[in-house]
């Protein structure tokens, strides 16, 4: 009789946890409510410049984990509480980095887009060196010249077969 209890408490234990949980998941869409037309259009416009800070692959705006939530839930109250995009940008980058940012900015946006160019290219220009230092072209002094005494032996040789009239 007193097992049975504890194990129905138990249940009702985790009921109650899957409950709260599913109630802080489902945070911002509670929050989603009271933002306005205009702020739910910039929420928008925001959550796609933004990686999902859980496994830092994709954009806030399609990820479902409760770390993506919760930073949607964040930058949907800082749209309520009337912060513009570029301080909700700045405040998310000073919390988690700039690998929060779905495009990198300033150099770090030079390094990513030009150094996968200019690594092809160095990587080339030490291939032709290479080449150039490591293979020798084939010693080719001309036609090849066939002494005499083997041009007159070929010529009776194709005579008697009768190849050479």
């Known amino acids: 009789m007193c097992g049975q209890s504890f194990r129905r408490s138990g249940r009702r234990r985790r009921f109650i946890a899957s409950l709260l ?4 998941a489902g945070g911002p869409i509670w929050a989603d409510a009271v933002l306005t037309p205009i702020q739910q259009e910039r929420a928008r416009n925001l959550y796609p410049q933004f990686v999902a800070p859980c496994c830092w692959r994709q954009s806030l705006a399609v990820h479902q984990s409760p770390q993506a939530i919760h930073v949607r839930a964040e930058i949907d109250e800082d749209l309520i509480a009337g912060k513009g995009d570029e301080q909700i940008k700045t405040e998310l980058v000073r919390e988690y980095g700039h690998g929060i940012l779905m495009e990198p900015e300033g150099m ?3 390094i990513a ?3 996968p160019i200019l690594a092809l290219i160095i990587g080339l220009l030490a291939l032709m060196k290479w080449v150039k230092t490591n293979v020798k072209p084939p010693d080719i002094a001309g036609p090849a010249t066939v002494s005499d005494d ?3 032996a070929t010529r009776q040789s194709l005579t008697a077969t009768g190849f050479h009239s």
Do not use: L, P
């Open 21 to 24: 949980f599913c109630a802080a």
């Open 108 to 110: 770090r946006a030079v």
């Open 113 to 115: 887009y030009a150094g």
């Open 150 to 152: 083997h041009a007159s």
